[in-house]
Every structure is written in structure tokens, then in C-alpha cells.
């Protein structure tokens, strides 16, 4: 089994890139707590960002500290969850996280920072137009930035009945979803950055995951349906959309023309792992491609205490993902 990365803190939701040269990982921070456990994930009762680094997979971790606190953003209330971190036009880095603002509503914010661990200066109030939960960035090679979003249960993504989010219905927070015969998933969602990076340029939209038929993938599909922690990277001129199915444990991917999608539904990146979640990111670092991920070996199971891992990923000849099992 692969070491985690640190062991001072625990980490988990790790988005990676190859910044300056050096890798930097922006993981959610897991802490200690006594709430139960349940399906709208209050026991994720996260505080703070810290920032990882490392000239690459294998040498020394540094843990920068806190890069940002949850009391220093004017519209939170709780639960700073998984984060990500883009580099704009300009040059600085902006950093993407979700949390509950004081509706308890889960929204996008932004932070920003002449430098890749940070510390971050967060915008006064969240993103307008964003929901849910989960933010990853992506920046084309023509300079575009987008941000993919969206969970279900307590993501909420399933509160709202519109493409670009609209009213939110506080009925159906919690772990629901789409089911039945024929239904098709809840869809993630898209949206294009503007030039300064602090807003979407259009509203959102959703992302297709469909089968090789063309067809969407159906709820009840569980091994195959979207469920959280999007994420998206370029080989070969081909986009790969990847993505977590929650109550089945699989990182799971599908590949387009087009950052919008659609995606076909191609297989399995990863096999479930000790713990209840999984999310991940992938980056290319001097010319190999790694998978981090989470899991929660570290703390004997516990599923709210999750530690980083990394993995070698490889592709096949046809440009296909090679499965993976944790070791």
C-alpha cells in the first residue's frame, strides 16, 4: 500500500498540478469530531486548507500550513470541503473551494494568491450562480478556464431541478436521487470561467456521461453514474472527465472531443479503497501521469479521518485508462 503523503494532518479530496515545476496538492483538511455519521456528511466538519508540495512523486512533502481558515471568509458558515487551484492569465493562483454559507446552502468562493501554497485573500462573497459542491479547475492549452462542480446527498446537487441551478429545494437535501427504470443520473455541472477568474463568464450547464450507445447513464446505474468529485485532464489531444460513484466506491472516467462533453463512459481508474469516499485527481509531472487519491488506512477505517496517496497511472495503446487496484 502507497504511504501517505503526510502524517501530521489528515487529508483528503486531493486536486494536484505541476505548478513552477514542483507538484502541489490542495487536499481537504479531515479533523477530530464527535458528529455522527450520516448520509449528508456532517461529519466532514472541515475548517481550514493546508497546501502540500513536492519537487516529485518521492521526495520530501512540504505542508505549507494554513492557507486558508473558514472564519476568514465573510459568507461561510461551516464545512470547507474539497478545494482546487488554477493559475490565471495574470499569473496569480486562485483557489476554488465549496462551503456552506449561512443558509447552509453549499456555494463556490474563491481565494486568491501570488503564489501556489498560498496564503489565500478570499472574495467577500461566493461566486453568483454556483452550487454544490467539489469545484475542479481546468485550463485548456487556448488559455480557456472552466470549473466542473456538482455532488449528491449532501453535495445537494439533487435540490435543484435546472441546468444552471435556479431555486433550491430545501426538501430534497439529503441522500436523495433520481430512480426508477429509465430515469437517467443526475448530471454534473460546467461552467466557463471569465478572463479575471473570480466569476463564471456564462451560466452553468450540464456535463453528459453517456454509454457507448450515446445514451445518458441511467440512476439506478450505480457502478457507472456520476455521484461526485469531478475532474478533468488532456492526453493526447482527447479530454478525460473522471469522476467518483459514491455509494459503489469506483473512480470511474469517460472521454470527449470537448470540455463541455459529451463523455462516453469508458471504465474503472481506481477500485474502491478503505473507507467510505473517494476522490482523486491526475497530473502529468516530468513526463509520467499520477493518480492521488484518499483513503483511511491511516486511521484504522474511520471514514471522516482520510489520508492522501499516489499512484503511478498508465494508459494503454488505444489511450485507455489502466485499471487500478489499491495495494
Not at 126 to 154: E, K, L, M, R, T
Not at 190 to 203: C, N, R
Request: with cysteine.
Amino acid at each position: 500500500m502507497p504511504a501517505s503523503l503526510v502524517t501530521n494532518i489528515f487529508t483528503a479530496d486531493p486536486s494536484a498540478h505541476s505548478f513552477n515545476g514542483r507538484i502541489y496538492v490542495y487536499p481537504s483538511h479531515d479533523r477530530e469530531t464527535d458528529i455522527k455519521f450520516n448520509d449528508r456528511g456532517d461529519q466532514y466538519d472541515m475548517t481550514d486548507y493546508h497546501v502540500l508540495s513536492m519537487d516529485r512523486v518521492g521526495a520530501p512533502v512540504t505542508d505549507h500550513g494554513i492557507a486558508l481558515k473558514a472564519e476568514d471568509v465573510p459568507w461561510v458558515s461551516k464545512q470547507v470541503w474539497a478545494p482546487d487551484c488554477a493559475q490565471g492569465p495574470d499569473g496569480k493562483f486562485y483557489l476554488y473551494f465549496p462551503a456552506r454559507d449561512k443558509q447552509g446552502i453549499f456555494r463556490l468562493g474563491v481565494a486568491v494568491s501570488d503564489k501556489p501554497e498560498g496564503p489565500f485573500t478570499p472574495d467577500p462573497d461566493y461566486i453568483p450562480g454556483s452550487f454544490s459542491i467539489n469545484p475542479a479547475s481546468f485550463v485548456d492549452d487556448d488559455g480557456s478556464a472552466y470549473v466542473y462542480f456538482g455532488g449528491i446527498w449532501g453535495g445537494q446537487l439533487q435540490c435543484y431541478s435546472s441546468p444552471e441551478g435556479g431555486a433550491f429545494d430545501a426538501s430534497q437535501d439529503g441522500p436523495h436521487e433520481p430512480t426508477g427504470a429509465g430515469v437517467p443520473a443526475l448530471l454534473p455541472r460546467v461552467a466557463k470561467l471569465s478572463k479575471d477568474m473570480h466569476t463564471f463568464a456564462e451560466p452553468a450547464r450540464e456535463i453528459q456521461v453517456v454509454d457507448e450507445k450515446g445514451d445518458l447513464l441511467l440512476a439506478d446505474d450505480h457502478e457507472r453514474r456520476f455521484f461526485e468529485a469531478s475532474w478533468l485532464h488532456k492526453y493526447n489531444g482527447l479530454y478525460y472527465f473522471s469522476y467518483s460513484t459514491g455509494d459503489t466506491h469506483f473512480l470511474a472516467y469517460g472521454t470527449g472531443t470537448s470540455p463541455y462533453g459529451p463523455f462516453t463512459y469508458k471504465g474503472k481508474i481506481l477500485e474502491p479503497v478503505v473507507g467510505w469516499t473517494t476522490h482523486h485527481s491526475i497530473v502529468e509531472h516530468e513526463g509520467k501521469w499520477w493518480l492521488f487519491y484518499h483513503d483511511c488506512e491511516l486511521s484504522k477505517g474511520v471514514n471522516h479521518l482520510r489520508s492522501v496517496k499516489v499512484k503511478e497511472l498508465k494508459y494503454d495503446d488505444k489511450g485507455d485508462i489502466i485499471t487500478m487496484t489499491p495495494e
